[in-house]
């Protein structure tokens, strides 16, 4: 089957040049010149196997349409941001993205992502495995569900993901470089930070006070652990 991915960006070479590039693994591009006409894209449940956006778009900034996306949507989403240490990064990941390639853009890095991404968020295993119950959570891995106080939690693939490498652990704490390889698919070029937002935003959903969390603890300068 096709991989299909919807590339919102409004410049036209860059557009044009990514097209040529992901054509060439395999992929059918989509292209979106702004984020009103990705979003129309994006109405049609399932359609895409990733979204790669840029963040500084005319009208709805990509930001944005990051948020409006997560609303209704699980799909992968990696953001394009200009600078590697400017505060884009940061706030994009907290919008809703599941990672980020930063200009100008290596092909090379921009495949290796997208090959990460869909291994983690597209693989299951044969096995069915049992609930994991932590007092008021319970993480059901074999329907991809996550249920708290007995109501569903909507979260991204890439937020079950890290819940499940954690929850899997059994209290062994994991370091963020080993949350980076095991989540994110690398670590030679990955950065803690997409470790520390997606953990927020996953306490934000999970926790009752997310500022005193009980299922996804902190253990000063090793990591984080789940429960107890």
């Known amino acids: 089957m096709d991989r299909r991915l919807l590339l919102i960006e409004d410049d036209a070479r860059l557009r044009s040049a990514l097209t040529l590039v992901l054509s060439d693994e395999g992929w059918v591009v989509d292209e979106a010149v702004d984020g009103e006409q990705g979003l129309r894209l994006l109405a049609e449940p399932g359609r895409y196997d990733v979204v790669l956006l840029d963040l500084r778009l005319p009208g709805i900034d990509g930001f944005e349409v990051c948020r409006r996306i997560r609303r209704t949507n699980d799909v992968p ?91 899997n652990a059994r209290g062994r704490v994991l370091s963020r470089e080993e949350l980076l390889e095991r989540v994110w698919g690398y670590d030679y070029f990955g950065d803690s930070r997409l470790v520390d937002v997606h953990i927020r935003r996953l306490r934000a959903k999970i926790e009752a006070e997310p500022a005193a969390p009980r299922h996804v603890i902190t253990v000063r300068g090793m990591g984080y652990r789940f429960g107890p």
């Open 77 to 167: 989403i990696v953001m394009v941001t200009a600078r590697q240490d400017s505060h884009d990064v940061v706030a994009g990941l907290e919008a809703g993205a599941d990672d980020y390639v930063t200009k100008p853009l290596s092909a090379k890095v921009l495949v290796a992502r997208l090959r990460a991404l869909l291994r983690r968020t597209g693989s299951r295993d044969g096995a069915e495995p049992k609930p994991i119950v932590d007092d008021d959570l319970e993480i059901r891995l074999d329907s991809a569900m996550v249920v708290r106080n007995g109501h569903p939690v909507s979260l991204t693939r890439t937020e079950l993901k890290l819940l499940a490498e954690l929850a």
